[in-house]
């Protein structure tokens, strides 16, 4: 029974997944794909969360914290390069 | 009741909260008609839903097996400060990058004080 809970969970993840992918290759404007990869990102995380629960472990635990922090940096990045146009600004007394 | 069938219904009851939650903010992905209101149904409902998805398995591991995952705690606390941040960024790059409001805006604040700032410095 809880392993079945599990896997329709699992199912209903993918399927929030396959919508945000949906979202990402139709999405009129780059930030549009960039909240649609970020939303699948967090999805991610849960997928993982989900994942560890089923496979009866703790190996994943590290994984969980070391998507949210990518998922939380790359988003950083790309906005930062749509509002200014570089990711990293040089400094001015050069 | 013992203790694993209390956990495996708190977690259950739990994950499928979670997950319900961003199947919600997926299908407002699809259908809200421009960025800032879909990013108003993703960031919100998804963030929650991956909180509930991992408070699930943080009482599951607790209560079943006496295991305290300090780092799924940790996971919860990132998510949590961070999602919104995120959010809020991209929503201020496509702001700034002219992205159009859907056509049902009534009142956009925020244009004219941006026009009155580059006719200051222009």
Same mark, same amino acid.
């Given at each position: 029974?809880?392993?079945?809970?599990?896997?329709?969970?699992?199912?209903?993840?993918?399927?929030?997944?396959?919508?945000g992918?949906?979202?990402a290759?139709?999405?009129?404007?780059?930030p549009?794909r960039v909240m649609a990869l970020d939303t699948i990102g967090i999805n991610m995380?849960?997928?993982?969360?989900?994942?560890?629960?089923?496979?009866?472990?703790?190996?994943?635990?590290?994984?969980?914290?070391?998507?949210?922090?990518?998922a939380f940096?790359g988003t950083i990045?790309f906005s930062?390069?749509?509002?200014?146009?570089?990711?990293?600004?040089?400094?001015?007394?050069? | 009741?013992?203790?694993?069938?209390?956990? +495996?219904?708190?977690? /259950? @009851?739990?994950? #499928?909260? &979670?997950?319900?939650?961003?199947? *919600?903010?997926?299908?407002?992905?699809?259908?809200?008609?421009?960025?800032?209101?879909?990013s108003?149904?993703a960031t919100?409902?998804a963030t929650?839903?991956?909180?509930?998805?991992?408070?699930?398995?943080?009482?599951?591991?607790?209560?079943? +097996?006496?295991?305290? /995952? @300090?780092?799924? #705690?940790? &996971?919860?606390?990132?998510?949590? *400060?961070t999602a919104?941040?995120a959010g809020?960024l991209i929503?201020?790059?496509?702001?700034?990058?002219?992205?159009?409001?859907?056509?049902?805006?009534?009142?956009?604040?925020?244009?004219?004080?941006?026009?009155?700032?580059?006719?200051?410095?222009?």
């Amino acid at each position: 029974m809880f392993q079945t809970i599990m896997f329709i969970s699992l199912v209903l993840l993918s399927l929030s997944i396959v919508v945000g992918l949906y979202r990402a290759i139709k999405g009129p404007s780059t930030p549009d794909r960039v909240m649609a990869l970020d939303t699948i990102g967090i999805n991610m995380i849960a997928g993982v969360a989900i994942l560890s629960i089923v496979m009866n472990t703790y190996a994943f635990l590290e994984v969980i914290l070391l998507i949210g922090i990518l998922a939380f940096i790359g988003t950083i990045a790309f906005s930062k390069f749509i509002e200014r146009g570089v990711v990293i600004e040089r400094k001015r007394d050069e | 009741m013992n203790a694993s069938v209390m956990s +495996e219904v708190i977690a /259950s @009851i739990l994950i #499928l909260i &979670g997950t319900a939650l961003s199947l *919600l903010s997926a299908f407002g992905l699809i259908r809200l008609p421009d960025l800032y209101t879909r990013s108003h149904a993703a960031t919100k409902s998804a963030t929650l839903g991956v909180l509930c998805v991992l408070l699930g398995t943080f009482f599951y591991f607790w209560l079943a +097996e006496g295991f305290l /995952s @300090i780092r799924l #705690l940790l &996971g919860i606390f990132f998510v949590f *400060l961070t999602a919104p941040v995120a959010g809020h960024l991209i929503c201020r790059a496509a702001y700034r990058s002219k992205v159009e409001l859907t056509k049902e805006t009534v009142q956009d604040d925020l244009k004219e004080v941006l026009e009155k700032g580059e006719k200051g410095r222009a």
